[in-house]
């Protein structure tokens, strides 16, 4: 029998537990116990029902390009579950200049494909238009080093794309800056659109078209998917699928120690034998834990950054509801001088969240931002919010109801040189035998890349 310690609850520690389950059905002769510090499995998913609202206190969906997730869903028999966002309704508007301005149709991600909407658009200056016009032209490119996207966006369409676009857009995935994360590990896809094409703009025309040869005119799948009773309804089901009594909570470890050929992992006052370990926790957390097995890699672990992040959810009446602009909300450039990142329209953007006569917002602080509010009360950070969308919004009208929702240092940055570091975490880890690293420090930070870094854990140590 193979005793597998899997250390942490979250969504990756959890699929990770899920897929040795399907080993031991499927005729392999594995057990595991996982270890979860707090009194819940699931990690940052968690929903609350507030005045018949489904309001998410950490991720809210995911993207539906990344298929692991939604695949879970399935194979958990919670296929029906899955929802896609109301793309119909999908616009989203960027603070330019105290003023909400749409982003123009055609922009994928940062890249414009389309040239009317993007010309006649007040998001971006003259010299930015010209500037995307010029990118068209920009000659194939091997860099051969990683540089911040910041730099990549800059060289490509300018300072104040990044200010507009890319920093705004990824503050809401990463809850970092721009200019400090890596485009290799963050942008894969743009880095290499460079290096073939030059030009970001040609290369999505021509991704574009060849999708249009080989699929012809499919409907497109929505842009992100979740689940009709909220994200935590994921963690709970596969909890319902495993075994009770493999399930540890309130049992934080404090160290794993490799011994006579396995592991042994330390939580509170007991101690038990394993013969692998799968450590499912933020890389600093994980750093923490293999302390005394290995300072070389706790040194790497520890190199990863975390930001710290903030939800706040707000219901309001149906003339609210009536008054909001229509679309999936707003990002805020920094440059706004805003403390806000983001707000979502939750009711637009998934409307059986919030009932016919209820608005749900859903609004976002993150890294400096969520630093600077950290210490103040729940009433406060409120006011704060309410405040930054009185300005933006004119929304005077005092919520019927609202949640705070703290996330200490939960969402990794991949900084610039964040492959190069994986690689040699990499090679480390394999001096460990018997140790698989899985969740969101390393190779994704969605909850798609999370499941399949759980699975994949399993898979390295159980062939
Ligand atoms: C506010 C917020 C919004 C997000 N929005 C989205 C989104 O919309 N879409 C998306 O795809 N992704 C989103 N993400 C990212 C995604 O949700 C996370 O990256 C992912 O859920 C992380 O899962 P995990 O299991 O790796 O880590 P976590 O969920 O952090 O779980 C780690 C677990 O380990 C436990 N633990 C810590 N130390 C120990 C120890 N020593 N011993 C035992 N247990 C320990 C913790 O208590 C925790 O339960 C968001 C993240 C946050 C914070």
Known sequence: MTRIAIVGGGISGLSAAYAVEQKSRAGFDVDYVLYEASPQLGGVLRTEIVDGCVVEAGPDSFVTEKPWAADLCRELGIGDQLLGSNDAERKTYILTRGRLVEMPDGLMFLVPTKILPTGFSSLFSWKTKLRMARELFHPPHAVDHDESVAAFVERHYGAEMVDRLADPLLSGV???????????????????MERKYGSLGRAMLAARENGRKQGGERTAAPLFTSLNNGMQYLA????ARLTPSSLLTNAAVQAILPESGGWVVSAGMQSDHFDAVIIALPARAAAEVLRMASPDLTAELAGIDYSSSITVGLGYGADVRRSLPPGFGFLVPRSEGKRLLAATFVHNKFPHRAPEDRALLRCFFAGGNAEKVWELSDSQIVGIVRAELEQVLGLQAEPLFSRVYRWKSAMAQYGVGHLDRLQRIEGLRLQLPGLALAGNG???IGVPDCVRSGRDAVQQLVQ
């Open 236 to 239: 709970e089901t596969i909890v």
């Open 442 to 444: 390393y190779r994704g």
């Open 174 to 192: 990463y809850g970092g800056e721009a200019a400090n994360l890596s485009v290799r590990a963050v942008l894969p896809r743009f880095a290499e």
